[in-house]
């Protein structure tokens, strides 16, 4: 009975695998979708009963039903580099010249399509699918396997492999038909749409829970594989291989002899990109051979014998209608202008930034004048122009405001900043919501069960008017709360309303703050000019809050990477009282105000040294720079006179090499490191 039930489970996975083969890849379905989805069906609970019988990589895997609280970070056996890009046909061709110039006479390339989606790596092993990591990086990403396991193109076991252990590299998309569903059942639910369908795709690889991504319908094109001993000597003839073994290699890839037929390539799908079922934004152009490809080898951050070609942003008229003014967390207010609806690749534009009061200044903007707006690098509209010709006679040029849009406080401009503030930070609600959006992010107290609407609901009630009224909510308090929000050109109307589970979250997200490290506590104020690095550095420097408040203007000039500005802005904001309050109402209720130096120091034998960390390394760069505080060490991410030691990995940037050895800087190993600290 359980060899015939092991042998039904065998004959369905392989089965159901070559009917998925033959729809998805080759257009040319050999069952009816009613009768793939009831051997599918019997499928699922035959490997539900018999789980000890059930296949690795079963096409039951790509239904999705994952749930992956935490992505863990990944090495990648082949580093993922970044290509360097170029929006002319001169950088072309001095790069064609470059070519030459290391000898390389007639050198062939081959040109593909440039997907505008989300890099991913996949990684094969005895011709079984193992593992999806994303670009992260470059160096590390993201564990995302089950949810690329429910993308229908990847195969999840090949046939004949050309070799026992590889990895492919490719774009996960979302097509335009299947983008285009999805934001109107977004819409439906009065949810957000996407922007694009980049954003679509990578919102979709991050959602925990694999059977989600298995609604979106995701697809993969693959352009690129690396292993130790890759038996063809071009690109293009892997190419050929991998889709013979069944990816989903794309067919529009060719060989050119010279920049010319480059050009004409790129010419060609610079026109025929509008009739894709899916963005592109340039075409990758690489040295064909293999062989040549290793000679010419790479700089830190992009191979020498591969370039991108970006297409020019798309360029349309529309008529200004009026210039609005928005206030964000730091004060700075940035002017919008709100256009008369236009479509530019693929969306509806109504809004774009105009930066500042400069920009508005260079463009001679004037009220109802005709503009010119382009996607810079196809995501962010701006303006670019005026069409003086349509301008009215009569017009009148743009004039900054003077006061807030929002708490009608003077503006002020520092010099040599482009922006203007609002300097009300403690009472203008834009800054208040913005300060407490940024308090509860994942990379600062990371409070689960909180986001923009919920603040924007608490906020209206009066239960938060700074982060420390946080810790001063309770399930009482939020159980049954209600706000219709208005719609506005970017968001349909919703309504935010916190249950009897979303109250319950929301404590415990708070709750499980109050173990935040001191550091992340630190960076979570918000305190202008103090980014993650900055309050890392700080809080190893200073130790505590009290400290670090008590500190003066010279000594915070002590502590690396902290100049004029930081220094001074750190001052005004410890010498503000309602800041200096809430500080002290944060300690009352337990959060950590100091450094937790039991947890992280293991020994003092870097004795205070300064490290500058570069290059690739057995484990990841933050690791390694975890071990250098951890035994007393600092980091620093430039190279000067006060630096002790250059630790080394491959591929360190030769910029820095040079600058070490003119400052007589020692550079070490990775084993050298560790014989300091052993």
């Given at each position: 009975m359980s060899q015939d039930v092991k042998n039904r489970i065998d004959y369905l996975t392989d089965y159901l695998s070559e009917c998925n083969y033959q729809y998805y890849m080759l257009d040319n379905p050999t069952i009816s979708d009613f009768e793939f989805d009831k051997l599918l069906e019997e499928l699922i609970n035959l490997e539900k009963n018999h789980p000890q019988f059930a296949h690795q990589n079963s096409p039951t895997q790509r239904v999705g039903g994952t749930i992956t609280k935490v992505f863990p970070t990944v090495k990648h056996d082949f580093p993922m580099l970044s290509l360097s890009n170029t929006y002319s046909e001169e950088e072309l061709f001095d790069f064609d010249k470059r070519i030459k110039d290391f000898g390389i006479e007639n050198p062939e390339y081959i040109c593909e399509l440039k997907f505008d989606g989300i890099a991913i790596s996949l990684k094969y092993e005895n011709s079984n699918f193992v593992q999806a990591v994303t670009r992260g990086d470059g160096v590390q990403g993201d564990d995302v396997s089950p949810n690329v396991k429910t993308i229908y193109s990847i195969p999840l076991t090949i046939k004949n492999s050309f070799v026992e252990k590889f990895e492919i590299r490719g774009e996960i998309i979302m097509p335009h038909k299947v983008f285009?569903?999805?934001?109107?059942?977004?819409?439906?639910?009065?949810?957000?749409?996407?922007?694009?369908?980049?954003?679509?795709?990578?919102?979709?690889?991050?959602?925990?829970?694999?059977?989600?991504?298995?609604?979106?319908?995701?697809?993969?094109?693959?352009?690129?594989?690396?292993?130790?001993?890759?038996?063809?000597?071009?690109?293009?003839?892997?190419?050929?291989?991998?889709?013979?073994?069944?990816?989903?290699?794309?067919?529009?890839?060719?060989?050119?002899?010279?920049?010319?037929?480059?050009?004409?390539f790129i010419n060609y799908w610079d026109v025929e990109r509008k009739n894709l079922d899916f963005d592109i934004d340039g075409?990758?152009?690489?040295?064909?051979?293999?062989?040549?490809?290793?000679?010419?080898?790479?700089?830190?951050?992009?191979?020498?014998?591969?370039?991108?070609?970006?297409?020019?942003?798309?360029?349309?008229?529309?008529?200004?209608?009026?210039?609005?003014?928005?206030?964000?967390?730091?004060?700075?207010?940035?002017?919008?202008?709100?256009?008369?609806?236009?479509?530019?690749?693929?969306?509806?534009?109504?809004?774009?930034?105009?930066?500042?009061?400069?920009?508005?200044?260079?463009?001679?903007?004037?009220?109802?004048?005709?503009?010119?707006?382009?996607?810079?690098?196809?995501?962010?509209?701006?303006?670019?122009?005026?069409?003086?010709?349509?301008?009215?006679?009569?017009?009148?040029?743009?004039?900054?405001?003077?006061?807030?849009?929002?708490?009608?406080?003077?503006?002020?401009?520092?010099?040599?900043?482009?922006?203007?503030?609002?300097?009300?930070?403690?009472?203008?609600?834009?800054?208040?919501?913005?300060?407490?959006?940024?308090?509860?992010?994942?990379?600062?107290?990371?409070?689960?069960?909180?986001?923009?609407?919920?603040?924007?609901?608490?906020?209206?009630?009066?239960?938060?008017?700074?982060?420390?009224?946080?810790?001063?909510?309770?399930?009482?308090?939020?159980?049954?709360?209600?706000?219709?929000?208005?719609?506005?050109?970017?968001?349909?109307?919703?309504?935010?309303?916190?249950?009897?589970?979303?109250?319950?979250?929301?404590?415990?997200?708070?709750e499980n703050s109050l173990k935040v490290p001191f550091e992340r506590l630190l960076f979570a104020l918000g305190i202008r000019f103090v980014g993650e690095t900055i309050a890392a550095k700080l809080a190893q420097h200073f130790k505590n809050i009290d400290a670090l408040m008590s500190a003066s203007y010279d000594e915070l000039l002590e502590v690396e990477d902290v100049g004029e500005q930081i220094a001074n802005s750190l001052i005004n904001y410890f010498s503000d009282m309602n800041h200096m309050f809430i500080i002290e109402q944060l300690k009352s209720f337990g959060l950590q105000m100091k450094i937790d130096e039991t947890a992280t120091s293991v020994s003092q034998k870097l004795n205070n040294q300064t490290f500058v960390v570069s290059g690739v390394f057995s484990i990841s760069r933050d690791e390694i720079k975890k071990m250098v505080i951890a035994n007393g060490g600092k980091n620093t991410g430039s190279i000067s006179g006060k630096t002790d030691f250059v630790l080394a990995g491959e591929k360190m940037g030769p910029e820095k090499k040079k600058r070490a050895e003119s400052l007589n800087i020692p550079i070490i190993s990775e084993e050298e490191f560790y014989k300091m600290i052993e």
């Open positions: 285009h569903r999805l934001n109107e059942e977004r819409v439906a639910k009065g949810e957000e749409p996407f922007a694009n369908p980049r954003n679509a795709a990578s919102g979709s690889m991050k959602l925990q829970d694999s059977a989600e991504v298995a609604k979106r319908r995701l697809e993969c094109y693959l352009y690129n594989v690396h292993a130790e001993n890759i038996p063809h000597k071009t690109h293009s003839e892997s190419l050929e291989a991998l889709k013979e073994h069944g990816f989903n290699v794309p067919d529009n890839f060719k060989v050119c002899k010279n920049m010319q037929e480059v050009q004409n075409i990758v152009v690489k040295i064909n051979d293999y062989a040549l490809q290793q000679q010419l080898g790479s700089t830190a951050k992009s191979p020498r014998w591969a370039i991108a070609y970006k297409f020019k942003a798309e360029q349309v008229s529309s008529q200004l209608r009026e210039i609005t003014y928005q206030v964000g967390r730091t004060g700075a207010v940035t002017p919008v202008a709100n256009i008369e609806p236009v479509q530019i690749s693929g969306t509806v534009v109504k809004r774009a930034s105009l930066h500042n009061a400069d920009i508005i200044r260079d463009l001679d903007l004037h009220h109802f004048d005709w503009v010119f707006v382009e996607k810079g690098g196809e995501i962010i509209p701006k303006i670019v122009g005026i069409d003086l010709e349509k301008r009215k006679t009569d017009a009148q040029a743009v004039e900054f405001i003077s006061h807030c849009p929002e708490c009608n406080t003077k503006l002020i401009r520092q010099e040599g900043e482009a922006a203007h503030y609002c300097p009300n930070e403690d009472n203008c609600p834009p800054q208040i919501k913005g300060k407490l959006e940024h308090f509860i992010a994942r990379k600062a107290m990371n409070i689960e069960g909180l986001g923009e609407g919920t603040i924007e609901l608490l906020f209206d009630k009066k239960l938060l008017r700074n982060v420390a009224d946080f810790y001063t909510l309770t399930y009482d308090k939020l159980f049954g709360l209600e706000k219709t929000i208005e719609a506005t050109d970017e968001k349909p109307e919703r309504t935010i309303s916190i249950r009897e589970k979303g109250a319950s979250n929301i404590i415990k997200g708070i």
